[in-house]
């Protein structure tokens, strides 16, 4: 049968694709539906048709799967930011767990054995809710006219107003309406992206979840904050308030954060503690936004590094130095690379305030601090342990590595390689540089920094082939 668009089906879910979205078949012919769980059976509407698959929108759930849960957030199907609000719990763990295990196969080119041997369950979150210490609101105007504080609707620039997100700290509703109450009373107006024109883009929010700190950041398209006493007035009113800034972006990108930073009231960043940690956050740098998990998260990578107190260790990608300094409490030396100098300075400071004197940092990409830094050194003819280190770590981005970054860690051929991952599928591509040039996958484990999402978090343990299993690259 042919299919077209708008058509209305009934489909049987029996699958998820790496989106959450469901999967089913009609006559073998597949269809990926949105907001669709899998075991339900829907009616859904065809919104694109390809040679051998389609897409279809649910449109009525007609059996329930045993998974469906009732949302909690009324505006999840708009938002998409929760693509598995309505599944519940066990299986959104599991979902993770089998997404990060199918990249490693397919991707990483791992035999089902293999992964079965070295693969650890995954670490669950009690509280799946307001877990996030960390939101940036979009603030626009709505169709009526009325400026507003929400989300931008899946896949587009509209903002719907909702400042009450579920996954979001309780104090953000708040802090939201003072900003709005603000600008009503002093005419600032709501940035507009189609003309460029109006001030306020959007407004990021910090919390200190140990510390109790709130950060609040108006990412402007302006030089100036009109009445900006005004506003730290309003927000100085709000429980733990510490540090309200704005941060200049006059380029007309889908970039949030601008690169200047204009303090206006109070500390220049917050403070949190993950373990016996204590980190300043300043608007700019890096901050795993989950810190009840970021503590499991550190925990099994200083675990995986086998840290006796000898060892040195480069931690690449390193942001505030979060990784370095958990692990410098247990090893002899660490070095830290991270691309974002605000980020090197708060990591400097956060060493200074937990007394830990044994972690360097540098300014830089990986993949040019670290190839620079090699051939330098080779050159010298040093053979130091900042040279072959015990231990590299590396936490980078969705994108993964630089092949330079992968090539030179070969090279420099550190007993163990840690590698902390937000995206199984470029971690699955590296692993397979990385064990082609002689390591070997010891073990993995998820964990679940993003309950409600299709994200997850993975730590993996490499170590080292010794002489006999040894294979030259270049
Ligand atoms: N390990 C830290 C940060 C991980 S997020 C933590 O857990 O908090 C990844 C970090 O990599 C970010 O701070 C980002 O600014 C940085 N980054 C992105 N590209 C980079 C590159 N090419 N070289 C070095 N750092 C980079």
């Known amino acids: 049968m042919e299919y077209k668009k708008n058509d209305i089906i009934v489909i049987k879910i029996e699958d998820m694709g790496t989106d959450g979205e469901g999967i089913g078949k009609i006559g073998g012919f ?60 066990e299986k959104q763990l599991e979902f993770k767990q089998n997404k990060v295990r199918n990249h490693l196969m397919r991707i990483g080119g791992f035999s089902e054995a293999e992964i079965d041997r070295v693969t650890e369950p995954i670490f669950g979150m009690e509280e799946r809710f307001h877990y996030r210490n960390k939101a940036q609101f979009p603030i626009g105007t709505d169709k009526e006219g009325n400026t507003v504080a929400g989300f931008y609707a899946g896949r587009t620039h509209n903002i719907i107003a909702n400042t009450d997100c579920a996954l979001g700290a309780p104090e953000n509703k708040e802090i939201l309406e003072a900003v709005l109450s603000y600008m009503k009373e ?127 260790v480069w931690d690449l990608y390193c942001g505030i130095g979060t990784i370095s300094l958990f692990m410098a409490r247990s090893a002899k030396q660490v070095y830290g690379v991270e691309i974002v100098p605000q980020a090197i300075e708060d990591a400097k400071a956060n060493a200074a305030l937990n007394h830990i004197d044994n972690a360097a940092f540098f300014v830089g990409k990986a993949e040019e601090v670290l190839p620079a830094f090699y051939e330098k050194k080779s050159r010298e003819g040093a053979e130091d342990a900042m040279l072959h280190p015990d231990v590299i770590v590396v936490d980078p981005p969705r994108k993964g590595c630089d092949e330079k970054c992968l090539a030179t860690m070969l090279k420099m051929r550190p007993e163990r390689i840690v590698y902390v991952s937000c995206d199984s599928a470029t971690l699955a591509r590296d692993l397979k540089i990385l064990c082609a040039g002689g390591y070997e996958l010891k073990r993995v484990r998820a964990v679940d920094q993003f309950p409600q999402t299709v994200h997850v978090e993975s730590v993996c343990l490499l170590s080292k082939l010794h002489s006999d299993h040894h294979i030259e690259v270049e």
């Not at 998974?67 to 609000?85: A, D, E, N, S, Y």
């Open 30 to 89: 597949p269809f990926f539906v949105k907001d669709a769980v899998i075991g339900d059976t829907v009616e859904a509407k065809v919104t694109k048709v390809k040679k051998s698959y389609g897409y279809a929108r649910l449109e009525k759930v007609l059996t329930p799967s045993s998974f469906r849960v009732t949302p909690k957030c009324r505006f999840h199907r708009q938002c998409g930011g929760c693509q598995l609000q309505t599944l519940s719990y």
């Open 186 to 312: 002093y005419h600032v107006k709501a940035y507009d992206e189609t003309t460029g024109e109006g001030l306020i883009r959007h407004v990021l929010i910090r919390k200190g979840f140990a510390s109790g700190e709130l950060m609040v950041c108006l990412v402007i398209n302006g030089q100036k904050l009109p009445a900006a006493d005004k506003l730290v007035s309003l927000l100085r009113k709000i429980e733990n308030m510490t540090s309200v800034s704005y941060s200049i972006n006059e380029k007309n990108t889908n970039v949030i954060m601008g690169e200047t930073i204009v303090p206006l009231w109070g500390g220049a960043s917050i403070r949190d503690t993950i373990g016996d940690v204590t980190f300043f956050i300043s608007p700019l740098s890096f901050y795993q936004v989950n810190p009840v998990q970021t503590k499991k998260l550190y925990g099994l990578a200083v675990e995986y590094a086998g840290l006796t107190g000898k060892e040195t």
